[in-house]
């Protein structure tokens, strides 16, 4: 940092920012760094470059991965530029974060496809006009053999191993292959093309951020800033939210789905989602909690959360709908007008074990997870609940629910 830079004041707007910033995040290195960069930005007028990497190894996005998306967005609203950046390179080689085995490559065409609805689900919280979307092939591809040498003859292995999950495999005697070694180089020369200001990723990531920070220094740039955001646990509060896990909420789902399956979760859970996923203020935030603390019940705190989260995925009349819907079936017990219908076969007797058709109707994954189902009394059959695993359903139509949020009409023939 210059001598002159370093004299810059902290203003109250760049406090004002930083709290902003702050809010949810895991780390923030280095803060003092980051304050003279906000405050210098402020004085010239210059924008920050916040940079994120996503390597499109799926198609579809999860509340999980906005996490980091709504902390751009708010550097955004702060007059900042985003850059979006798809790694279509680093795909190729298979980010090793957090394994502790050797992940499979990607091929171009699977890149390709998964590349072509990211940003797509992305620019549902960023703004696009504020946003630079690069590819890192762009730098990585010219770089060729002679190029990748002198990049590698920056960073040592001593260092690279120093990486928790690279030290575990290699303690272990698990293989670690030579171009797992080359993804923490490239994606920091990534912040060296880029010349990134500050850099965001889960706090898996923060390895790889650090050794982008290094590389600047190496290139004679001025180190970015790392952010790191926690992982966002899903709806059971405990695990990350993960689509294996099937605690998850997709930002293309029904809102209706959507609206059911925010306030399905904990009280205490509510308020974390709130920092992560909310883009309401600080100020804002803590009068909910005053409110809360004040008696209100956070019930219809919880409201304003999914109403937030599908207004932002699909619309505020879709949240209205909702709304009305959720509150029509779950607190006067309506049943919902447009259903699926569908129809199962009956066995030779004519008649339809129950957990043959929870799964025939696809409102349980598998005859186990069926049988479990009735067994904890989430299953009504014409609103009467079910609590004979051995029960058979006769030739006939029924309303079937399962849980709070599916249901069929289904016909036995």
């Known amino acids: 940092m210059k001598a002159a830079e370093s004299k810059l004041t902290i203003s109250p707007e760049v406090e004002r920012a930083l709290a902003t910033i702050r809010r949810g995040s895991d780390e923030l290195l280095i803060e003092a760094e980051f304050a003279q960069k906000l405050a210098r930005s402020a004085a010239t007028g210059i924008p920050l470059r916040c940079k994120l990497g996503l390597d499109p190894t799926a198609p579809d996005i999860h509340l999980g991965h906005t996490v980091v998306l709504n902390k751009l967005r708010q550097l955004q609203d702060l007059g900042h530029t985003v850059i979006f950046l798809i790694g279509d390179f680093t795909s190729m080689i298979g980010d090793p974060s957090g394994?502790?085995?050797?992940?499979?490559?990607?091929?171009?065409?699977?890149i390709e496809t998964n590349a072509k609805t990211y940003f797509?689900?992305?620019?549902?919280?960023l703004d696009r006009g504020k946003t630079e979307i690069r590819y890192n092939s762009e730098w990585s591809e010219p770089l060729g053999a002679a190029g990748m040498i002198k990049l590698a003859a920056k960073y040592t292995l001593?260092?690279?191993?120093?990486?928790?999950d690279f030290a575990k495999r290699f303690r272990e005697n698990t293989p670690i292959a030579m171009h797992e070694l080359l993804y923490p180089l490239m994606q920091g020369y990534d912040s060296v093309?880029?010349?990134?200001?500050?850099?965001?990723?889960?706090?898996?990531?923060?390895?790889?951020l650090l050794v982008g920070r290094e590389?600047?220094?190496h290139y004679g740039q001025e180190p970015q800033c790392i952010l790191t955001m926690p992982l966002l646990e899903g709806l059971d509060g405990v695990e990350k939210m993960s689509k294996s896990k099937n605690?998850?909420?997709?930002?293309?789902?029904?809102?209706?789905?959507?609206?059911?399956?925010?306030?399905?979760?904990?009280?205490?859970?509510?308020?974390?989602?709130f920092d992560l996923l909310s883009m309401r203020s600080n100020e804002e935030l803590a009068a909910l909690k005053e409110q809360a603390t004040g008696g209100r019940n956070p019930r219809d705190i919880k409201v304003l959360l999914a109403r937030e989260i599908i207004t932002r995925f699909h619309c505020a009349q879709d949240a209205d709908r909702a709304e009305a819907e959720f509150l029509s079936r779950f607190r006067d017990g309506a049943v919902p007008e447009d259903m699926p219908a569908c129809t199962v076969t009956a066995d030779a007797d004519g008649a339809v074990g129950i957990p043959a058709l929870l799964k025939q109707a696809g409102l349980s994954p598998s005859t186990s997870e069926a049988v479990?189902?009735?067994?904890?009394?989430?299953?009504?059959?014409?609103g009467e609940k079910v609590g004979d695993r051995s029960l058979r359903l006769p030739a006939g139509t029924y309303v079937v629910q399962v849980g709070k949020r599916k249901w069929a009409r289904v016909t036995v023939s």
């Open 193 to 208: 093309a880029l010349k990134s200001d500050i850099e965001l990723g889960g706090t898996d990531q923060k390895f790889n």
């Open 215 to 217: 590389l600047q220094r």
């Open 372 to 382: 479990r189902n009735v067994e904890q009394g989430g299953v009504k059959i014409d």
């Open 99 to 110: 394994r502790n085995t050797m992940r499979p490559p990607l091929s171009r065409e699977e």
């Open 158 to 164: 001593a260092r690279l191993l120093e990486r928790d």
């Open 247 to 273: 605690n998850y909420i997709g930002i293309t789902e029904a809102p209706f789905e959507m609206f059911g399956k925010v306030m399905s979760i904990s009280d205490a859970q509510m308020w974390r989602w």
């Open 120 to 125: 797509e689900q992305a620019a549902l919280v």
